[in-house]
C-alpha cells in the first residue's frame, strides 16, 4: 500500500520556472527522502530530511517537512529541460523503531519542462 | 566510489520459469533493499537484507525469495512466473537503515 501520496500528478512549466511539488504521508516517520525518475530508469537521490528538521536545501532544491501535517514539499527553482522527470517521495516511518530498509513510496509527480 | 549495478539489464521469461537477478551495493553498505515498480501498483518493497539475513518483508507471495552474500551482493529470485511479475525491479543500498537509499538502474523483467 502507498504510504504518500502526491500532489499535482503531473506538473508542466516553462524553463526558468519554480516547480513545486507535495507529498502527503500518513504514519509517523524517521525521514523523508525525495527521488527523481527518468523513463523507467533507476531513482536518483536527491535528499533526505529528517523527522527533526524542516528545512533543506540542496543547490536549487528546496524540501520542507511539516511533520504535525504530515506533509512535505519539494521546490525546484529556476527549472531547467534536464529536470523532466518523474519525482517521487519516500518514507523511512517509525512503527515501534526501525523500519528494517523499507521505504514507502508515493505515486509521484511528472515533472514536464518545456523549453 | 562506483555505484549500485544490477544485472541483467533486460531479461524476458515465460510464465512458470523461473529467474534470478542481481545486485551489487555500493562498497561499504550492507544493507540492500529490493523493490518492485508496476504502472498500476507504483514502487513496492519486497524484502531487505543485512548481513547476509533477511530483516524484513513485504507483502509479496513466497514465489518472490532473496539471498545475501558475505560480499554483501545480493540476488533475488522469482519462481513459478507469473504475467503480473512483469516489472521493473529495482534494488537499493544504504549504509544503515534511516540512512538515504541509492538505486540501482534496475532490471526490466518482461514475462510472456
Known amino acids: 500500500s502507498q504510504q504518500g501520496e502526491e500532489d499535482p500528478q503531473a506538473l508542466s512549466i516553462q524553463e526558468g520556472e519554480n516547480a513545486t511539488m507535495n507529498c502527503s504521508y500518513k504514519t509517523s516517520i524517521n525521514n523523508l527522502q525525495w527521488y527523481r525518475q527518468n523513463s523507467g530508469r533507476g531513482l536518483v537521490h536527491l535528499i533526505l530530511?529528517?523527522?527533526?528538521?524542516r528545512e533543506k536545501h540542496s543547490g536549487r532544491l528546496r524540501v520542507t517537512l511539516d511533520t504535525s501535517k504530515k506533509s512535505s514539499s519539494l521546490l525546484i527553482t529556476a527549472s531547467r529541460a534536464a529536470d523532466t522527470a518523474s519525482y517521487f517521495c519516500?518514507?523511512?516511518?517509525?512503527?515501534?523503531?526501525?523500519?528494517?530498509?523499507?521505504?514507502?513510496f508515493g505515486q509521484g509527480t511528472i515533472l514536464t519542462v518545456h523549453p | 566510489k562506483a555505484g549500485v549495478t544490477q544485472t541483467p539489464r533486460y531479461l524476458i521469461k515465460t510464465r512458470g520459469q523461473q529467474v534470478t537477478l542481481s545486485c551489487s551495493p555500493i562498497s561499504g553498505h550492507r544493507s540492500v533493499s529490493w523493490y518492485q515498480q508496476t504502472p498500476g501498483q507504483g514502487l513496492q518493497f519486497l524484502f531487505e537484507y543485512f548481513s547476509e539475513t533477511q530483516r524484513n518483508k513485504g507483502n509479496f507471495p513466497g514465489r518472490f525469495s532473496g539471498r545475501q552474500f558475505s560480499n554483501s551482493r545480493s540476488e533475488m529470485n522469482v519462481s513459478t512466473l507469473e504475467l503480473g511479475d512483469s516489472a521493473l525491479y529495482l534494488c537499493?543500498?544504504?549504509?544503515?537503515?534511516?540512512?538515504?537509499?541509492?538505486f540501482g538502474p534496475g532490471t526490466r523483467l518482461t514475462v510472456t
Open positions: 519516500a518514507t523511512d516511518t517509525n512503527a515501534g523503531g526501525t523500519s528494517y530498509g523499507k521505504l514507502t
Open positions: 537499493a543500498s544504504s549504509f544503515a537503515s534511516g540512512n538515504e537509499q541509492y
Open positions: 530530511i529528517r523527522s527533526n528538521e
